[in-house]
């Protein structure tokens, strides 16, 4: 997609023989399908989006782009944390150019989100330092051609309260929209606003309209994008949502994906990668081997959604007699004194089967990873017959009645 290479930058030839550029703000960011990332095993040093740069691996960095690509996404949000410039200037500039380059060759265009010390937030006389760190990075990056946007601040509307600390919040927000439209004359400005109303509220200080949304249910969903999108033609500037997702928050990745494609809204999923230091326990669609947790999130990025409608088909488990096989084997195998091993791991791996192909049992754990778990650990009879127990008390209610 990348907007930047769809738009090529439009130059006016001053009286000097110089150039001078123009903001390249897109017109319309309906086809921006993002994610917002962080390494897999990013590490809480304190916090891992110091850790992403300090620790940074490049081979890591083409594998999860490689991941990315394989979801047709076309847009990152990644977090750029002052503390790691910090700590280590020389290292967070040498990684954070790679990594640009990087998403580039991958035609995946790069939205920094630049982050700050709460005590420069809240001390005026450390503006100052701010301004640096963003002089830094337009010098380091202004000139890729990967960069899109600069997001400057995230969600200075969340959280709501103390209401003089989301004005400072605010305050600021708006001084670093204007510090990097002065040192960064081409490229876009957003705010990643927590809501809709914050981002109305600082509309006048962006290129580019930005909210998040992590509604509960398809009606708020549909309310937020709408209101979103009428606000956004109103004022005549483009909108995204640049964070969706989260299985804690009643935000299921199938249906948020669907409504906001439904509704050709872009978006930027929370995120990638299932951070083990971070978010990961209810955010990610990818382990940094590559698996998936829920296939149902990579099949939503590509467009495929579940039937909630009134015409689902059930399976029928049983309508080849497979069900009331293992079960019927099942029970014997546990009446024998001395059963086998690997006939007690068959038959459980054939219930197992059974029940995951028929959506028969929830998956935070499949049964199918706790029948290899029992295959690759010393044998246990007692834990099989227990599991073994355990799986055909579920498969028995599918059985076909004769």
């Given at each position: ?38 390494p ?20 890591t ?18 977090f ?11 290292a967070f ?16 265009g ?5 982050t ?26 202004g ?26 919040r ?30 109305e ?38 909108v ?9 928050r ?16 872009g ?16 955010h ?37 007699g497979h ?34 192909a ?25 834990a ?16 076909k009645?004769?």
């Amino acid at each position: 997609m990348r907007w930047l290479s769809a738009m090529t930058a439009i130059v006016a030839l001053c009286a000097s023989g110089a150039y001078a550029a123009q903001r390249n703000v897109p017109k319309d960011l309906s086809n921006v399908r993002g994610f917002n990332y962080t390494p897999a095993n990013a590490a809480a040093r304190p916090g891992h989006h110091i850790s992403q740069w300090l620790d940074y691996d490049p081979a890591t960095t083409e594998h999860d782009l490689d991941l990315a690509k394989r979801l047709n996404l076309n847009e990152v949000r990644v977090f750029l944390a002052y503390q790691a410039w910090e700590q280590d200037k020389a290292a967070f500039g040498e990684h954070v150019l790679d990594f640009v380059r990087a998403c580039h060759r991958h035609d995946i265009g790069v939205m920094p989100v630049v982050t700050y010390p709460r005590e420069m937030i809240a001390d005026k006389a450390q503006w100052p330092l701010a301004r640096e760190w963003a002089g830094y990075l337009v010098k380091t990056l202004g000139r890729e051609p990967g960069l899109e946007m600069w997001d400057v601040m995230n969600e200075p509307d969340w959280p709501p309260t103390p209401a003089p600390w989301v004005r400072q919040r605010f305050e600021f927000a708006k001084h670093m929209a204007g510090v990097f439209h002065e040192l960064d004359p081409r490229t876009p400005v957003t705010i990643g606003m927590a809501f809709v109303p914050g981002m109305e509220e600082l509309a006048d200080d962006v290129d580019v309209l930005e909210f998040h949304d992590y509604s509960p249910t398809r009606e708020e969903i549909r309310a937020n994008i709408l209101r979103a999108q009428q606000f956004a033609a109103k004022v005549g500037k483009p909108v995204v949502d640049g964070e969706i997702g989260c299985i804690a928050r009643a935000n299921p990745y199938d249906v948020t994906l669907q409504e906001h494609m439904n509704a050709g809204m872009g978006w930027y999923i929370w995120e990638l990668m299932i951070v083990r230091k971070g978010w990961g326990p209810i955010h990610g669609v990818f382990y940094a081997d590559g698996t998936v947790r829920d296939p149902s999130i990579p099949a939503a990025i590509l467009g495929f959604f579940r039937n909630r409608g009134p015409d689902i088909l059930p399976s029928v488990v049983d309508q080849e007699g497979h069900v009331t096989e293992v079960v019927t084997n099942g029970k014997k195998w546990l009446e024998e004194p001395q059963p086998s091993w690997e006939e007690g791991l068959n038959l459980a791996e054939t219930a197992a089967n059974l029940m995951e192909a028929g959506q028969l049992v929830p998956m935070r754990d499949p049964p199918t990873r706790q029948v290899g778990l029992m295959r690759r650990g010393a044998p246990d009879l007692p834990a099989l017959r227990a599991l073994l127990e355990k799986y055909i008390q579920i498969l028995e209610p599918y059985e076909k009645k004769k």
